[in-house]
């Protein structure tokens, strides 16, 4: 495990410098002169090459690659001060440092996120289990028609309804704002429960159908028939068989969910105005701030990276059959 760990740690590292490189060269080789973008329209050529010469852009592209490349990792002086590491660069716009407005931003999506997967995921896996034990039933055709209605929904649809029926026609719930949850534990759950509750109609829909048909699959799997042929319980082989077996795919759609959420739910934070970093990646490509759109990608595929090592590793613990090689 150790040496599989090592090895998918150094794979992550030289993918994250490849993703860098050419995001790098993607941008900065854009035949546009980003002094002028910084300042604006009406600026003098004097203010225009001080901009320049403040954010390094006065310096051959092989300087700027390695200033930007070694900054992530010991950090990057700029006319304005030291930008430590990790450091993604200087916004063209505001003046921040690309790394301060996307850890700004990143508990509102980590919040969002986080409060969302737990709710669809217990109320997703459990109702896929349920309508799986009671194949064929009253309940199962229940679940499974409220599913696949569900799932055709979209946040954006659903959302304003949501919105419109409970906060702005009747007043029985706030606009969702985002409260820090070491000031205010319960202002951030009522502030974020419009946004999970949407998020959760949608995702349970499709962790229920996919649960559903796993576990379904499984059920017909040989060691499964062979559990039940030796006199063990049904309730036992479903749980100790089956449900571990079926962990496998819905393990893998969780943590390509878990990563697209928390590099940016752009659909989600624009429907309920919340300003995290899938808006800030918007926001950041609408006003042209090239080192801030570079930083939330790099953001998003170290998450992409990271989520991926942990699914694999999960793996070996939900299904012996699985070998890290």
Not at 8 to 30: C, E, K, P, Q
Not at 123 to 130: A, D, I, P, T, W
Not at 164 to 175: H, I
Not at 282 to 300: A, N, Q, R, W, Y
Request: overall charge neutral.
């Amino acid at each position: 495990m150790l040496q599989f760990l090592i090895r998918r740690l150094i794979g992550a590292v030289v993918i994250m410098f490849l993703i860098g490189a050419f995001t790098f060269f993607l941008f900065y080789t854009i035949p546009q002169d980003f002094a002028q973008l910084s300042c604006g329209k009406n600026c003098s050529p004097e203010n225009i090459a001080v901009i320049r010469e403040n954010l390094g852009l006065d310096k051959p592209i092989t300087t700027q690659f390695w200033d930007f490349m070694s900054g992530i990792v010991v950090g990057r002086d700029f006319a304005v001060g030291h930008c430590p590491a990790p450091c993604l660069g200087m916004s063209f716009q505001s003046g921040e440092f690309v790394w301060d407005s996307i850890v700004d931003r990143f508990p509102l999506t980590l919040s969002l996120t986080i409060g969302g997967l737990v709710i669809f995921l217990v109320l997703g896996l459990g109702s896929g289990l349920l309508a799986a034990w009671k194949r064929g039933t009253v309940i199962d055709k229940i679940v499974s028609g409220a599913s696949m209605v569900l799932s055709s929904f979209q946040i954006y649809f659903l959302g304003p309804i949501v919105l419109g029926l409970f906060v702005y026609s009747t007043g029985w719930m706030e606009s969702p704002k985002y409260v820090p949850f070491t000031e205010d534990p319960v202002g951030w759950a009522f502030g974020m429960l419009i946004p999970w509750a949407v998020m959760a109609t949608i995702f349970t829909a499709q962790y229920t159908r996919m649960a559903r048909s796993t576990m379904i699959e499984q059920l017909s799997e040989e060691h499964v028939r062979t559990a039940r042929a030796k006199g063990m319980k049904q309730r036992y082989v479903f749980f100790r068989y089956a449900w571990r077996g079926s962990l496998i795919p819905i393990v893998t759609i969780i943590g390509m969910d878990l990563s697209a959420l928390l590099s940016g739910a752009v659909v989600t934070e624009f429907t309920f105005d919340l300003a995290g970093i899938g808006r800030l990646a918007v926001e950041s490509s609408t006003d042209k701030d090239i080192p801030l759109t570079m930083g939330v990608m790099l953001f998003g595929a170290f998450f992409i990276l990271i989520l991926n090592i942990v699914v694999d590793i999960a793996y070996a613990y939900i299904d012996p059959r699985v070998r890290l090689s």
